[in-house]
């Protein structure tokens, strides 16, 4: 068990630089802070307790991806509008060059 700690600490250690990137020293200290408080209250959890925690925080995740996922969503339906505006545009623009070309050619 003692390997495969290090093992993790190391692999952690290695993407610590992608896991935090885009996030301030001051914030990446807070959260590394409140991992390790949870870590150490759950030292002191029975087993059930445990479950329950990890089970209410597999939930808070699930929720916050299935809002991610429909920011998504919404992000596509905008930019399927915006698109379908703009080849509206393009078509009424083509429209308006054809009628002024018929126009001169008279």
């Avoid at 759950?42 to 991610?68: G, Q, T």
């Avoid at 393009?90 to 002024?100: A, N, P, R």
């Amino acid at each position: 068990m003692g390997e495969e700690h290090m093992k993790k600490e190391m692999i952690e250690k290695m993407h610590g630089e992608m896991k935090y990137g885009h996030v301030s020293d001051e914030m990446k200290q807070k959260m590394i802070m409140k991992k390790m408080f949870i870590k150490k209250i759950m030292e002191h959890l029975s087993d059930a307790d445990k479950k329950k925690i990890l089970v209410k925080m597999i939930d808070m995740k699930l929720d916050m991806v299935e809002h991610k996922a429909e920011i998504m969503r919404e992000k596509k339906k905008l930019v399927a509008e915006k698109l379908d505006m703009k080849a509206s545009m393009i078509d009424q623009k083509i429209e308006l060059l054809k009628m002024v070309s018929a126009m001169l050619k008279d």
